[in-house]
């Protein structure tokens, strides 16, 4: 199954290892550090030009060098759109 991001985005539910919360998460320092590598890394995609509510964090190939996609969509719309697809 598919999970929509926003914008042309879409993922696969599979390789999702989470949905955070931007506002919440980045109160964290590893949290803005891991953004922050990540960011240094190319690792983050910014799925639309619209403030990001949400990023989500996908594996790679191999369990290696995995993606954060930044989402204009709040986390409770994403977790709603994943289940309504079970």
């Not at 619209?50 to 969509?73: I, M, Q």
Request: proline fraction near 3%; charged fraction near 25%; glycine fraction near 6%.
């Amino acid at each position: 199954m598919y999970l929509h991001l926003g914008q042309d985005t879409v993922i696969k539910q599979a390789d999702v290892i989470g949905v955070f919360d931007l506002d919440t998460a980045t109160v964290a320092k590893r949290t803005r550090e891991y953004l922050a590598k990540s960011e240094k890394n190319k690792r983050v995609v910014s799925v639309s030009w619209e403030l990001p509510r949400s990023f989500t964090v996908c594996a790679g190939k191999h369990g290696e060098n995995e993606t954060v996609y930044l989402s204009p969509l709040s986390p409770g719309t994403l977790e709603k759109r994943a289940n309504n697809l079970l």
